[in-house]
């Protein structure tokens, strides 16, 4: 762990507040990133950033340095996301996806990054397709962990996971029509 | 082959994801750092501070209490005697009206001496010269008999000005009388036994000297707990790995509760209390050597893995299948033999809030009680390690993960009985001893143990 983790790492052990502001700076970015792309929208995403950080100002003090604190903290933040998505009554809500993807409105301003043009249309999909993409694309997850995760079968995220790419790929289709159009 | 290989870009394009980074609004750092937890060890010291300061509080006002009584005790009765001119033609003579409960006047007999050892009375010897002007007063307070014989009445002959007198030693009579007695019970209730409505009165006294009276009632009462319970959950049980394989879970774990306890205490025989407490396993460990078939083991340090199974959330018995795999590595059943052991350890906690029901019996000055109740049970926080190490002609393999328990039950319920001894160190305050079995209600695994023992010891602040 570097120096400077550590300094941080020891200044939150010890309840300093400009360590926690610190640690919050050093690794908002990443931990927001990760948020937004289990979460429905900005504000909620933002939510869950807070709780993640609760959490992590919270466990810091069982927390043992043998490896990277970032991947320490995403984990944290990671499980908080899922523990959001679980909390959902409705994970994989029987829709019409075709349908539900003409209805939607996608933003209309255009965005250079390709990272961040995505973030918007994987915030349209529904919570447990979301989820599945993100953890099975993303954070390589196997469908039987991803089942686990989310309290479903093997083959019902294997499923899923074709489902939500498909709802996905005809949302980017829309976004890209709709440049074209402008 | 390398144009067979399946390439989705959208893959690519979500992969690329992972290590993006966005900024979160200003407003993000505003509201977090007001939420950010405390140093838990000052969360526990805070705890013990105030719980000290809350019994060293409560202990400072029972003493009060008891020490305004001895006060009122040392407050001398008044003995004031009031002297009235009577306007009798035929007969002009001083009769002392004296004030009832006046401590001269308190009988000394022997059968009263036994009577007020045991009840608070006193006695007022009326001569008959005073029978027609004392009013017949009833007892208010329904404590101490006061005798006073109205049923001989001689006529006075008195003027419009006398009667007026008379009114007002009556009222002064009056007032002075109850607040007499209101002394008086202060300083019997004192004397009284620590249950005073368990004992019947038999004082003994006398028949006729007064009317049979009734035991003070003192209930409802209001009482708090404070204490902590140790908890032993014996597992003697097997945990199946698969259909070939199970291993010995045969560590016993003890868990801790601490807590607070309100208890309505509706009368001397019953009692209904509700608490919430917050219980967490002193030490969860399951060593294990097991003799499994492997093919091959490919055992690594930081392997990411999920528990699964289901967590017997009361007795810590997991069912272990692919933690076992996982921690060990990719685990075959047919092959080779090759010996492992692992330990699973970690802690967790639950928020506890029980509602119980007491039936009390007195056994001389201590109270035991049988009760029964039912807790819900909040998982507060869990964190599990499982360790593994294998051993193989040719290597020795060591591994750790910590595991997620994401199917740990979050809330469950769970029934007691037990016993509870009360004893009396003060009037206000008792010494209390509960042994207790516990029985998980909620659907727990075949095979385990779901019932366990426990000890509370505490003390019990009784609101008077």
């Known amino acids: ?182 | 082959m390398e144009q067979f290989k399946n390439i989705d870009p959208l893959d690519d394009w979500l992969k690329s994801m992972k290590d993006a980074s966005s900024e979160p609004a200003s407003e993000v750092w505003e509201a977090l750092s007001g939420r950010i937890p405390k140093k838990p060890s000052n969360k526990r010291r805070g705890f013990w501070l105030w719980g000290l300061l809350l019994i060293f509080g409560l202990s400072s006002i029972g003493y009060l209490l008891i020490n305004e009584n001895e006060k009122i005790n040392a407050i001398p009765i008044e003995s004031k005697v009031i002297t009235v001119e009577k306007t009798n033609k035929n007969k002009t003579s001083q009769t002392p009206i004296i004030t009832p409960l006046d401590p001269q006047t308190i009988s000394n007999s022997p059968a009263q001496k036994v009577q007020n050892r045991n009840r608070p009375t006193a006695f007022y010897k009326s001569p008959n010269s005073l029978n027609s002007i004392l009013p017949k007063v009833e007892n208010p307070l329904k404590i101490g008999a006061l005798s006073v014989d109205s049923t001989v009445s001689a006529p006075i002959e008195s003027s419009v000005e006398t009667k007026e007198i008379l009114d007002q030693i009556k009222s002064d009579f009056r007032q002075k009388y109850v607040d007499n007695l209101r002394q008086i019970k202060n300083i019997e209730l004192k004397k009284l036994p620590v249950y005073p409505t368990i004992l019947a009165y038999d004082s003994g006294t006398p028949k006729g000297t007064h009317s049979s009276l009734k035991p003070l009632n003192i209930y409802p009462l209001l009482s708090v707990d404070a204490g902590m319970k140790l908890n032993h959950f014996p597992i003697h049980k097997l945990l199946e790995i698969d259909d070939k394989n199970a291993i010995n879970a045969g560590s016993p774990i003890q868990t801790y509760e601490m807590g607070l306890q309100m208890n309505f205490e509706i009368n001397s025989k019953w009692m209904v209390s509700w608490n919430v407490i917050s219980r967490k396993n002193l030490h969860f460990e399951i060593i294990n050597n097991a003799a499994l078939a492997y093919s091959h083991s490919k055992m690594e340090t930081n392997v990411r893995g999920v528990m699964t199974g289901t967590y017997d959330h009361d007795v810590g018995a997991i069912a272990l299948r692919s933690t076992v795999q996982q921690a060990a590595g990719t685990y075959y059943p047919e092959g080779n033999f090759v010996h492992t052991e692992f330990k699973l350890s970690g802690d967790w906690t639950y928020k506890k809030s029980s509602l119980f029901v007491y039936r009390r019996f007195i056994q001389n000055k201590t109270r035991l009680a049988i009760k029964a109740g039912v807790g819900l049970n909040t998982l507060e926080k869990a964190k599990m390690r499982v360790h593994a190490v294998e051993y193989s002609d040719s290597r020795i393999l060591d591994a750790h993960m910590n595991i997620m328990l994401h199917d740990l039950k979050k809330r469950y319920v769970d029934g007691a009985l037990g016993l509870d001894f009360e004893r009396p160190l003060f009037p206000f305050l008792s010494i209390v001893f509960a042994p207790e079995i516990n029985i998980a209600l909620s659907p727990v695994l075949k095979n385990h143990s779901n019932v366990g023992f426990g000890l509370y010891g505490g003390l019990r602040y009784r609101i008077r």
């Open chain 1, 1 to 182: 762990m570097a120096e400077k983790e550590l300094q941080i790492l020891e200044g939150c052990r010890r309840g300093d507040a400009k360590a926690q502001a610190q640690l919050y700076h050093t690794f908002k970015s990443t931990l927001f990133a990760i948020c937004r792309r289990y979460a429905s929208n900005e504000q909620e995403a933002e939510d869950w950033l807070q709780d993640g950080f609760i959490r992590i100002y919270q466990d810091l003090y069982q927390y043992k340095p043998t490896g990277s604190l970032k991947a320490w903290m995403r984990k944290v933040t990671l499980n908080i996301c899922l523990k959001h998505i679980r909390s959902k009554k409705k994970l994989f809500p029987v829709l019409d996806l075709e349908r539900v993807a003409e209805k939607l409105e996608m933003p209309t301003t255009p965005e250079e990054d390709p990272q961040e043009a995505l973030v918007p249309i994987l915030q349209q999909l529904p919570e447990g397709y979301r989820a599945v993409i993100n953890l099975y694309v993303i954070e390589a997850y196997s469908h039987k962990e991803i089942g686990e995760f989310l309290g479903i079968t093997e083959s019902s995220s294997r499923s899923q996971l074709t489902r939500a790419k498909k709802f996905m790929r005809q949302l980017i289709e829309k976004k890209r029509t709709k440049n074209i159009v402008k």
